[in-house]
């Protein structure tokens, strides 16, 4: 197939475009015609019309290569790489038990207690490993029988049925292990004057994935230093929109988000802590507010 | 049968589609092992799109752990690359564009995928390619490097068809616009 529709005969390149045209006449009235001829390339024959077609074997070891070259990885990332797998792995699956069905019996049994429990169990997340276990267990009989066969497992029932009694945890953590991703809110609290610039280092326990713009006028992305952050230290700053369709005042109490990051952080990562902040306001002056880092809920 | 395909037939490598289902087991050696298999080439992507180290590594990182959370579960419903590119290349454009904000700099404007660019006098064949337009390389690699089928390619960038032919026309008509070239690249004399 050339695009054509099988018009035409002779074919010829235009001048320097690498496009091959058809010319013919119409029978109809014997005017001149032209078509681009649309390259399509097959793995084993080589197309028409003087296109130059599949690579040789050379040609294909070079590409090949090429497809794959790219910088060296440095041992340090590779060893941050391994670790992350060995922690997606390592605590996330491979601590499940092999017996599935011991735990099947252990949620029945978490079952009965929480049915005896009723409203007196006041800590609902001591129980979160369990349920943490569970969901791992039925992940493993998806993984092991497919949904298809792990909808239709005892087992399976046999664990959502004591999911299901469970009462709800108002604090629980993630119930999977391994990296979480969280929302830290940068809030300037004290502004007595409108706030003319920020700059603060906060200390992250993992890599910061997403900077966020805060509440006008903060509504830009923070900025970063990013020859801070090749040496593990983060360090944002902003300021407020360039042209404010009137002078900002700070707002009653004198709160205001400038900025919203999102961390990745490895189970049980300590808490991102503010390390350093400078707060201006106009004329250089230096302000009595603080800045602090506010987890914001997912939900 | 194409050596890409990994196939099981291979007395020391385990095929793609196995190493996932060991994975999805919760087998971590095999996850090591497709990362292993697939590390440089995503590295390599991953520059492409980015041209900086740094970002690269970034990106490799980013996507690794990615892939880690699909699994248990991962389904591979066609050939790992083809999952693989469009991560590799929304990690790479997020970082980019993560990076402009942060230092308040235009990304570097790119040639036009959409026209042909002219070669001649460019006698290797390796800098003729590195020279072409992003989108014509990328699919030049993609479809003869890494030996994806056109509409596999498509899939990947998610783009059209024929959108993949054209650039893969413009990019051959680069290359044969030199005597040498075209010589470097059917292997003739």
């Not at chain 1, 070259?69 to 922690?87: D, F, T, V």
């Not at chain 2, 990328?138 to 960038?157: I, N, P």
């Amino acid at each position: 197939m050339d695009g054509c529709g099988g018009r035409g005969s002779a074919a010829r390149e235009e001048e320097g475009s690498g496009w091959i045209f058809r010319t013919w006449r119409e029978p109809a009235d014997g005017a001149a015609a032209s078509c681009r001829v649309e390259p399509d390339f097959h793995e084993s024959s080589p197309p028409a019309d003087g296109l130059l077609g599949p690579p040789g074997p050379e040609a294909r070891r070079l590409l090949g290569r090429l497809a794959v070259s790219g910088p060296a990885l440095p041992a340090r990332r590779e060893a941050a790489i391994h670790e992350a797998i060995h922690a997606g792995f390592g605590r996330r699956r491979q601590q499940v038990s092999p017996s599935s069905w011991w735990v099947a019996a252990a949620a029945v049994a978490l079952l009965a207690v929480v049915a005896f429990l009723g409203e007196r169990w006041t800590r609902p997340t001591e129980i979160e490993p369990s349920l943490a276990l569970a969901v791992r267990q039925v992940e493993a009989i998806a993984a092991e029988r497919g949904p298809d066969g792990a909808a239709s497992d005892p087992r399976v029932t046999a664990i959502l049925m004591a999911l299901v009694a469970m009462p709800p945890s108002p604090d629980a953590r993630p119930l999977v292990g391994g990296p979480r991703f969280e929302r830290y809110d940068l809030v300037v609290d004290g502004l007595d004057h409108a706030l003319a610039a920020w700059r603060a280092e906060i200390d992250v326990p993992g890599p910061i994935v997403g900077i966020e713009g805060g509440d006008p006028p903060f509504g830009e992305p923070a900025r970063y230093d990013p020859a801070a952050l090749a040496t593990g230290r983060v360090i944002l700053a902003g300021l407020p929109d360039p042209t404010p369709t009137k002078p900002w005042a700070p707002p009653a109490g004198g709160e205001v988000r400038v900025a919203t990051v999102v961390v990745r952080l490895a189970d049980g990562a300590s808490e991102p802590a503010v390390a350093d902040v400078e707060l201006l306001v106009p004329h250089g002056a230096r302000t009595g507010a603080t800045l602090r880092l506010h987890r914001r809920d997912t939900e | 049968m194409d050596e890409r395909d990994r196939p099981t037939d291979a007395d020391a490598e385990p095929s793609d589609g196995s190493l996932v289902a060991r994975a999805n087991r919760g087998d971590r050696a095999a996850f090591e092992q497709l990362y292993g298999r697939y590390r440089d080439w995503i590295l390599a992507v991953a520059y492409r799109v980015t041209e900086d180290r740094d970002l690269a590594f970034d990106v490799l990182q980013e996507v690794v752990v990615y892939w880690l959370g699909k699994f248990p579960g991962f389904v591979l419903a066609g050939k790992v690359k083809t999952f693989l590119v469009p991560v590799v290349r929304h990690t790479a454009l997020e970082h980019l564009r993560r990076r402009r904000r942060g230092q308040g700099l235009e990304l570097p404007e790119a040639l036009p995928d959409d026209r042909p660019v002219s070669l001649a006098g460019v006698a290797d064949l390796e800098s003729a390619v590195a020279r072409l337009p992003p989108g014509q390389r990328e699919v030049l690699l993609l479809h003869f490097g890494d030996g994806l089928a056109l509409a596999e390619v498509a899939v990947a960038l998610e783009i059209p068809l024929g959108t993949v032919k054209s650039r893969l026309g413009l990019a051959l008509a680069a290359l044969r616009s030199d005597g040498r070239l075209r010589r470097a690249w059917l292997g003739g004399s």
